[in-house]
């Protein structure tokens, strides 16, 4: 299970840093991705990174502004969000898949078996 949380309302250029805790013995094994919905759009990819932590890669409208990164020992996973704009606003969502494979990154929502329940993030312009 994921439980994302971290969200709330902030003002345009501002930060938050969500949380995404997960539960169960695969988390290390586990290719770790952000994704949003905002209303009436579609779930897009936000960032991911491999099991180990070694690779990340970035949607190009978060590129150089949001940060992922994980503790294995702590089975979480971060999302650091800076310079926030108010196209940002939408619910965030935490999602896993496990890989084999240490350094793979997943960019598609169809990748991912396991999802959070999401954390919405307001940005007020």
């Known amino acids: 299970q994921l439980q994302a949380s971290g969200g709330g309302l902030v003002q345009a250029g501002g930060s938050l840093r969500l949380s995404c805790a997960a539960s169960g013995h695969s988390f290390s094994a586990s290719v770790m991705g952000w994704f949003r919905q905002a209303p009436g759009k579609e779930r897009e990819f936000v960032a991911t990174?491999?099991?180990?932590?070694?690779?990340?890669y970035y949607s190009d409208s978060v590129k150089g502004r949001f940060i992922i990164s994980r503790d294995n020992t702590k089975n979480a996973v971060y999302l650091e969000m800076n310079s926030l704009k108010p196209e940002d606003t939408a619910v965030y969502y935490c999602?896993?898949?496990?890989?084999?494979?240490?350094?793979?990154?997943?960019?598609?929502?169809?990748?991912?078996?396991?999802w959070g329940q999401g954390t919405l993030v307001t940005v007020s312009s």
């Open positions: 999602a896993a898949a496990v890989r084999r494979t240490s350094n793979i990154i997943l960019r598609l929502v169809s990748s991912y078996t396991d």
């Open positions: 990174i491999s099991r180990s932590g070694g690779n990340t």
